[in-house]
Nanobody, 128 residues
C-alpha cells in the first residue's frame, strides 16, 4: 500500500508564505509525476502544480504561476510546494497525488484522473 502524507499547512496572513511537503511511504513506489491539487468548500478539485519525477518538468495553474514553486527530493521521495504571496482565494485543502502511468505532453498531469494515489490533504487558510 502506498501512502502520501501532506504536511505544512496552516493559517497565514495575505502576502505570507507556506511550504507544503508530501512524503510517500509504503511499498517500493516509483511515480512518473506528482501533483498538487486544492479544493475549497463547495468547489471542484482544482489543479495547482505538477512535476515529472524524471527530468523535473513542471506545470502550473495560471492562478499560481509566479507565486508557487513545486520541487522534489528523489532520495526522500518527497515533493514540496513553496507558496509565496498568498491570497485569501488560495484558501483550500491542498492534496498531493502520485501518478504511476506515463503521459506525454503538458495536459494530462493537470487532470485528477491521471493520478492513482492521493493524500488526505492539509488545510491552508489565508486571512485578509
Amino acid at each position: 500500500q502506498v501512502q502520501l502524507v501532506e504536511s505544512g499547512g496552516g493559517l497565514v496572513q495575505a502576502g505570507g508564505s507556506l511550504r507544503l511537503s508530501c512524503a510517500a511511504s509504503g511499498r517500493t513506489f516509483s511515480s512518473y509525476a506528482r501533483g498538487w491539487f486544492r479544493q475549497a468548500p463547495g468547489k471542484e478539485r482544482e489543479f495547482v502544480a505538477a512535476i515529472r519525477w524524471s527530468g523535473g518538468s513542471t506545470y502550473y495553474a495560471d492562478s499560481v504561476k509566479g507565486r508557487f514553486t513545486i520541487s522534489r527530493d528523489n532520495v526522500k521521495n518527497t515533493v514540496y510546494l513553496q507558496m509565496n504571496s498568498l491570497k485569501p482565494e488560495d484558501t483550500a485543502i491542498y492534496l498531493c497525488a502520485a501518478a504511476s502511468t506515463y503521459y506525454s505532453g503538458s495536459y494530462s498531469y493537470t487532470q485528477p484522473a491521471a493520478y492513482d494515489y492521493w493524500g488526505q490533504g492539509t488545510q491552508v487558510t489565508v486571512s485578509s
